[in-house]
């Protein structure tokens, strides 16, 4: 089944209280899946501060537990000899979050440096503004173990899981985020994902996962890399990927939303002057501020709906 809340913050008045806000519409969720939950986290100055890159990661692929067991001094540590210099280390429960001041080629040094150090760990998101935070259990237990309510920012994706297609295990786990500060969630089945999964590993892509939603983040991933802007991306993918799905989709500027041409799969948007949101269902998006003056709708299928910070 899963659930889906995204929110995208149009009054920077707010960003204090992204964290707090997607806590709320992540937990009314909590029945629509809890074998996992993930969240992803645009602009938060301690995960992601500006200037940086950084990268989210679990240790241990195979965690199951709501924390990664490790001490974040002793993590920098391996990570600064692996890196090369001096790296940042923020505990979040079963994830970690590194960074490090730089660019692109800093952050491909630190991805590096994660796999060299770690080499059993799951890279859950790289970028200059995102944090992505996987972990299995129950979404209420991973949001306190995130420390999400404390968050900051300009926008936020999460997710919820009932596990179908995959093994129950951070790999599985929503948000997929493959591609610099990407992300992307789905409620829903891709019918044909081993086909597509065929002909990017041609390409040269490289799964985490047997999920068939790491299929749709790679195939997004793979066109925005091209040139292709999100709206683009997602126009390519409703004619590629046969199946049922509802899909959030996020990078560092937008925030879009589309359905297969069925729409069997459960949302809702609400649009006011200072946020936009989207959630799988209304409950998750009445303890916004200013509810009761959004415009509230369903959207249509095979409609991209895209909105730009």
Known sequence: ????????????????????????????????????????????????PAGHVTVSFVPDASCVELTSGLAAEAVAGALATAYGADVAVVDAGPTLVAHVPGGDAE???????????????????????????????????????????????????????????????????????????????????????????????????????????????????DRLAAGYTVETALKELLTTFDGFYTLLVADGDSFAVVRDAIACKPAVIAEHDDWVAMASEYRALVGLPGIAEARIYEPEPERIYAWTR
């Open 1 to 48: 089944m899963c659930g889906i809340v995204g929110l995208h913050l149009r009054n920077p008045a707010l960003a204090p209280r992204l964290g707090e806000l997607l806590t709320g519409m992540l937990c009314e969720m909590q029945d629509r899946g809890a074998d996992s939950a993930g969240i992803a986290v645009y602009g938060d100055p301690r995960w992601s």
């Open 107 to 221: 952050l491909d040094r630190l991805r590096g440096a994660v796999k060299e150090a770690f080499p059993e760990a799951l890279v859950a998101g790289f970028g200059a503004d995102v944090a992505v935070l996987k972990g299995v259990g129950h979404p209420r237990d991973l949001a306190e173990a995130y420390g999400l309510p404390a968050a900051q920012g300009w926008q936020g994706v999460g997710h919820t899981r009932m596990a179908t297609e995959s093994a129950v295990t951070p790999g599985g786990c929503h948000p997929y985020a493959v591609g610099p500060d990407q992300c992307l969630v789905h409620n829903g089945s891709f019918s044909n994902h081993a086909s597509i999964r065929r002909d990017l590993v041609a390409a040269g892509a490289e799964f985490d996962s047997m999920n068939d939603t790491e299929v749709g983040a790679r195939f997004v991933a």
